[in-house]
T-cell receptor, first 116, second 115 residues
Framework: DGGITQSPKYLFRKEGQNVTLSCEQNLNHDAMYWYRQDPGQGLRLIYY???????QKGDIAEGYSVSREKKESFPLTVTSAQKNPTAFYLC???????????????FGSGTRLTVV | AQTVTQSQPEMSVQEAETVTLSCTYD???????LFWYKQPPSRQMILVIRQEAYKQQNATENRFSVNFQKAAKSFSLKISDSQLGDTAMYFC????????????FGTGTRLKVLA
């Protein structure tokens, strides 16, 4: 079945460490997104990519980095520069073919990151 | 800048009853899309319903329907015959038809269906 796989489900980071969250999709979607979810704040966009080897900053990109070397993969690195990384991270994908009937994200099941 | 506001942080409803979740948004754009997503305790985000702004007819998906008032910039979700499985966080989201396909999400409404 097609879908998005995020791993790991739970991740613990020590102070000063970089950690990478994985996101893989087999939906042949062009666009992929990373969102951060905090209690009471909804979902906020970190980075997004509409095509391989290209990505754009979202609203809260500071302290994060991404790559898009393959259409299927969009990993997110939480760097030591991110001062408050404890949150739930959601990856999503969508087609960008421009047909309104296709609009709508498919989400992964998320990664819970905790700083220890 | 576009914003989405969900003014009800928490709601509850008796099983089999009807509940309406409110959502308002602010934009100067004319072409956009609105969505309601459900996030149950598993935290998997599930698309509930979608509305294109250029369509006057309100979208309906089984027990879920919307009341889309474009002039008032309002997009409420009505859940009929509420079921225990409807217990979840519900997010309203907005997307401009600009080619980037970025969503702007509201802060969510936590809905609890009571037996």
């Amino acid at each position: 079945d097609g879908g998005i796989t995020q791993s790991p489900k739970y991740l613990f980071r020590k102070e000063g460490q970089n950690v990478t969250l994985s996101c893989e999709q087999n939906l042949n979607h062009d666009a992929m997104y990373w969102y951060r979810q905090d209690p009471g704040q909804g979902l906020r966009l970190i980075y997004y990519s509409q095509i391989v080897n290209d990505f754009q900053k979202g609203d809260i990109a500071e302290g994060y980095s991404v790559s898009r070397e393959k259409k299927e993969s969009f990993p997110l690195t939480v760097t030591s520069a991110q001062k408050n990384p404890t949150a739930f991270y959601l990856c999503a994908s969508s087609t960008s073919l421009g047909r309104s009937s296709d609009y709508g994200y498919t989400f992964g099941s998320g990664t819970r990151l905790t700083v220890v | 800048a576009q914003t989405v506001t969900q003014s009800q942080p928490e709601m509850s409803v008796q099983e089999a009853e009807t509940v309406t979740l409110s959502c308002t948004y602010d934009t100067s754009e004319n072409n956009y899309y609105l969505f309601w997503y459900k996030q149950p305790p598993s935290r998997q985000m599930i698309l509930v319903i979608r509305q294109e702004a250029y369509k006057q007819q309100n979208a309906t998906e089984n027990r879920f329907s919307v009341n889309f008032q474009k002039a008032a910039k309002s997009f409420s979700l009505k859940i009929s015959d509420s079921q225990l499985g409807d217990t979840a966080m519900y997010f309203c989201a907005f997307m401009i038809d600009s080619g980037t396909y970025k969503y702007i999400f509201g802060t969510g409404t936590r809905l609890k269906v009571l037996a």
